[in-house]
């Protein structure tokens, strides 16, 4: 009973632990939307430099995580929810590597102004995303399998988006000059807000897997 007890607290602490990697990256993400939002080039910088912290936290998961394997030899539903966790710190990961790639896309615009005629439906896209960030984290937290269902949906608004946007902004290069490098990096910061909403899903399965043991394509 003790050993079960302890094996209980050191998974709720792995989970606490996810959930703070989520929010680092939930952070992340909204304070590169912002800079977007208000052009700030600046502050772009402490969010690439901000992801080693990322990184060694979900290092730091995947050590306790293992160590949990070798040390408690799990049962089948406990070791699921071992596994579920290296999966969701690693989604999270690659989630706060393309929010990265974000602030460097912005950086990387050659005329911030050309901004101004896109910013309305990027940040629709970014803040459909940044509901799904925040109802998976939550549904994880809670092993809520109908909410985690319900990000499907969501991905779906976003893909739609994401869609209706890129068509936008290449027509703006078939007729004007002088934009293809700003164009190009929005086309690249609205495909990363995407791919981040993939992964959304991604957690989204792996929390139907950790509850029920079955594997179900949200995609």
């Not at 990184?55 to 699921?80: F, G, H």
């Not at 615009?109 to 101004?116: A, I, P, R, S, T």
Request: glycine share 4%.
């Amino acid at each position: 009973m003790v050993i079960r007890g302890q094996f209980e607290t050191e998974l709720t602490q792995l989970k606490s632990e996810i959930i703070m990697l989520g929010t680092m990256v939930e952070n992340a993400f909204d304070e590169t939307i912002k800079g977007i939002k208000n052009k700030q080039y600046g502050k772009m910088e402490p969010i690439i430099l901000n992801d080693e912290k990322i990184n060694r936290l979900e290092l730091d998961i995947n050590e306790r995580a293992t160590l949990m394997i070798a040390k408690q030899q799990p049962v089948a539903s406990d070791l699921r929810k071992i596994i579920v966790s290296l999966k969701v710190s690693s989604d999270l990961e690659r989630m706060g590597d393309l929010t990265v790639d974000m602030a460097k896309a912005f950086k990387r615009m050659v005329d911030k102004e050309e901004l101004g005629h896109f910013e309305k439906e990027l940040i629709t896209i970014a803040s459909k995303a940044k509901a799904m960030m925040k109802a998976v984290l939550v549904a994880y937290q809670e092993g809520n399998v109908l909410e985690a269902q319900k990000i499907a949906s969501m991905d779906d608004e976003v893909d739609r988006a994401y869609g209706q946007f890129v068509q936008s902004i290449f027509k703006v290069v078939a007729v004007e000059t002088g934009v293809t490098e700003s164009i190009t990096q929005m086309a690249f910061i609205s495909r990363y807000i995407e791919r981040i909403a993939d992964y959304c899903t991604n957690i989204a399965e792996w929390i139907i897997y950790e509850v029920n043991g079955k594997r179900f394509d949200l995609n």
